[in-house]
């Protein structure tokens, strides 16, 4: 799919819902992309990708490129809960981004994922060592 097509389509869904920025449509495709070939990399064969593998790879990816960082920027774009990617998903969809199968439905998103706190927890250092010898004043 061409740049232009995909950013047309982007701002047709825009027009129709709102809730979501055209960074996170960007943000979803690049997803699904690194999701598949991340799968097809360890499984060695083309399939179709669930939700929750689709929710995975957006921690991953988001981890990766925006370090302790990334909820904030996900959360920015619109993107606050597991559901909020299903509904971008379900946009795309409906405008011929990307494609489903027949068992395919929004609620595969309602996995009770907190994005926040898996983000957060991805980035927890341990608590940093006291050192007694060291004075900041």
Sequence with gaps: ??????????????????RF?????????????????????????????TGRELINGLLVLSSSEYGPLAYEVLSGWGIEKDRDLGEIVFNMIKHQLLSKNENDNLSDFDAGIDLKK??????SAPEPQKHPDIIIE
Excluded: C, G, W
């Design 1 to 18: 799919m061409s740049d232009i097509k995909f950013v047309q389509s982007v701002e047709k869904i825009l027009k129709e819902d709102s």
């Design 118 to 123: 898996e983000i957060s927890n991805h980035f």
């Design 21 to 49: 920025s055209p960074e996170a449509y960007d943000f979803v495709a690049k997803t699904v992309s690194f999701t598949v070939q991340a799968l097809e990399k360890k499984e060695r064969q083309k399939r179709h990708i």
